[in-house]
T-cell receptor, first 112, second 116 residues
Framework: SQKIEQNSEALNIQEGKTATLTCNYT??????LQWYRQDPGRGPVFLLL???NEKEKRKERLKVTFDTTLKQSLFHITASQPADSATYLC???????????WGAGTKLIIKP | GAVVSQHPSRVICKSGTSVKIECRSL??????MFWYRQFPKQSLMLMAT?????????EQGVEKDKFLINHASLTLSTLTVTSAHPEDSSFYIC????????????FGSGTRLTVV
């Protein structure tokens, strides 16, 4: 079965630096790979989606890359701010049943 | 946009009672909604897929008689935790997919259930 691995340890980044989060999966590549932000006690919020035939996607300070050879996606936040502190979840949309397979998330802490 | 409203945000109930959680899509019709459960510092665990007008599809290990799901309209799905016990205490989140959209799913704000 498909498994997703995200850095389980919290990631501490100095404000203004680029934060890079990793999402690795084990089996066949998904049709879509998605990144969400989750704040404590709240539901996830969709950030970006990248298709399997895309290498990179950008949205303001966010950038996502997708390497189907490495079975890996990287999520970058440039010019990071303390308000970017949250847990970031990677999710794979596999097939026509529209279910998402979730990583456990990486907690990002941006220090002022 | 796509907005999903979930209520209540927090609920405390006594052991043995039932609790109903509502999930509404406010500005779109959701033929499919998903119910998740999340424990602290863990990933979202899919409990069931709710389809309008038909029975929900439950994931392996989820008791369908305990977690009753009703998706009676295109904008409302409900999850009822029956005969709740302390081990049912968790964070429950619903999400909906806008039809014909492969884009990100929209999530409710979640319900923190505490069974005492």
């Amino acid at each position: 079965s498909q498994k997703i691995e995200q850095n389980s340890e919290a990631l501490n980044i100095q404000e203004g630096k680029t934060a890079t989060l990793t999402c690795n999966y084990t089996n066949y590549s998904p049709a879509y790979l998605q990144w969400y932000r989750q704040d404590p006690g709240r539901g996830p919020v969709f950030l970006l989606l990248i298709r399997e035939n895309e290498k990179e996607k950008r949205k303001e300070r966010l950038k996502v890359t997708f390497d189907t050879t490495l079975k890996q996606s990287l999520f970058h936040i440039t010019a990071s701010q303390p308000a970017d502190s949250a847990t970031y979840l990677c999710a794979l949309l596999m097939d026509s049943n529209y279910q998402l397979i979730w990583g456990a998330g990486t907690k990002l802490i941006i220090k002022p | 946009g796509a907005v999903v409203s979930q209520h209540p945000s927090r609920v405390i109930c006594k052991s043995g009672t039932s609790v109903k959680i509502e999930c509404r899509s406010l500005d779109f019709q959701a033929t499919t909604m998903f119910w998740y459960r999340q424990f602290p510092k863990q990933s979202l665990m899919l409990m069931a897929t709710s389809n309008e007008g038909s029975k929900a599809t439950y994931e392996q290990g989820v008791e369908k008689d305990k977690f009753l799901i009703n998706h009676a309209s295109l904008t409302l799905s409900t999850l009822t935790v029956t005969s709740a016990h302390p081990e049912d205490s968790s964070f429950y989140i619903c999400s909906a997919r806008k039809p014909d959209s492969y884009y990100g799913y929209t999530f409710g704000s979640g319900t923190r259930l505490t069974v005492v």
